[in-house]
């Protein structure tokens, strides 16, 4: 529904045109291989393909097209990972049409688009995680055993363990599950 509407409200605009509807990561990689668009809205969280995911990968593909995360994680952590991966914009989905609509055409023609309100607060708080200490937190907190991460990574379960006694320590956290939580509130995982 809401990508329905999102839809709707693009296309009254005489200067934009939407090409493609996504409703997974992997999805909406394809629609931007096919279709080559110029400007790439998404979420973060989507089913199999994160928006940060999906960032990297048109990234390392040479895919021309410029993203703008549209969600509603108003956390500095998320918006600085979000330009680290090279997204072009960041917006809240409480924003306005209108500003959304002149977002996609500040991102088209070169420019960026970052939420005012997170902005200032975008490297107040440095991540303190690793990219492997994030991976094998995230899977922890799916519930997967240190054996099925090391299985998973090809890695022994003594390093996988290592990791997440890292990723515990650096957050001040008693365990993987608290340290999981304060990763997710921070927009670090």
Do not use: C
């Not at 493609?20 to 629609?31: F, M």
């Not at 110029?38 to 097209?65: C, F, N, Q, S, Y």
């Amino acid at each position: 529904m809401i990508l329905g509407a999102l839809a709707a409200l693009l296309e009254i605009e005489t200067d934009i045109e939407v090409v493609g509807r996504a409703r997974d990561g992997e999805e909406a990689l394809d629609i931007v291989r096919r279709e080559k668009p110029d400007v790439l809205l998404t979420d973060i969280e989507m089913p199999k393909m994160t928006g940060l995911d999906l960032t990297g990968a048109l990234h390392r593909e040479g895919l021309a097209a410029r993203v703008i995360i549209l969600t509603t994680f108003a956390r500095s952590g998320y918006l600085r990972r979000a330009l680290q991966a090279g997204a072009s914009g960041y917006l809240l989905k409480d924003s306005p049409a209108e500003q959304l609509a002149n977002a996609i055409r500040r991102v088209h023609a070169g420019g960026r688009a970052i939420a005012p309100e997170l902005a200032a607060e975008a490297w107040s708080e440095p991540d303190p995680l690793t990219d492997r200490e994030r991976q094998v937190l995230r899977m922890a907190a799916d519930g997967q055993s240190s054996g099925d991460i090391a299985a998973a990574l090809s890695l022994s379960d003594g390093t996988v363990r290592n990791y997440l006694s890292e990723a515990i320590s650096k957050l001040g956290a008693q365990n993987r599950i608290e340290a999981a939580r304060i990763a997710r509130e921070r927009g670090w995982l």
